[in-house]
Structure formats: structure tokens, C-alpha cells
């Protein structure tokens, strides 16, 4: 793979990856790394993608309401998404 390509990424990631680990506390019983690779994956499919080379170039765009208003988007998908997993092991162990 090209080295240009190898550089691309989607610029929520980290945040969604810093977001899930801050909420880790409030959901002790889910905090089996594997659990957490899956609440993460639930979390970006909820955010809309924003694919960047280096993170200064979507950062540096973003006036602080916009900054602020994905902030929040990001900490919303993520409790959504623990929530969302909490729910689809407690319907498994139903079974």
C-alpha cells in the first residue's frame, strides 16, 4: 500500500478511542477490552466518517462551537453505544 494511503484515517477515531476508555468507569461490568473494541465500532457507525491525512487538517478548520458540537456528538454515540451493547449481552444471556 501507498505510503499517501497508509496516512489516512478517520479523524474520530482517537476521540471515539478516548471517549469509550473515559466511560469505561460508569460500565465496570463491560470493560473486557473486546467489549470495548465493539462498543467503539457502535459508536463511529453512529458518527459520520471524516476521513484526513493529519489531524491538524480538520481540526484546524473547525470553529469552537463546531469543535464543541462534535465533542458532544462523539460523548453521545459513545454512551449510546454502551448502552447498545449492555442491552444485546443482556437479550444473549436470556437465551
Not at 494511503?5 to 476521540?15: K, T, V, Y
Not at 458540537?69 to 453505544?81: K, L, T
Amino acid at each position: 500500500m501507498s505510503t499517501e494511503f497508509a496516512s489516512i484515517h478517520n479523524h474520530h477515531e482517537r476521540a471515539v478511542f478516548d471517549a469509550v476508555l473515559a466511560a469505561a468507569p460508569r460500565f465496570a461490568h463491560l470493560s473486557d477490552p473486546q467489549i470495548q473494541a465493539d462498543v467503539a465500532c457502535v459508536a463511529l457507525n453512529r458518527l459520520p466518517p471524516r476521513y484526513i491525512r493529519h489531524a491538524i487538517d480538520f481540526s484546524f478548520y473547525l470553529t469552537d462551537p463546531e469543535r464543541a458540537e462534535n465533542e458532544a456528538a462523539i460523548r453521545e454515540a459513545v454512551d449510546f453505544a454502551y448502552q447498545f451493547v449492555q442491552a444485546k449481552m443482556a437479550m444473549r444471556a436470556r437465551r
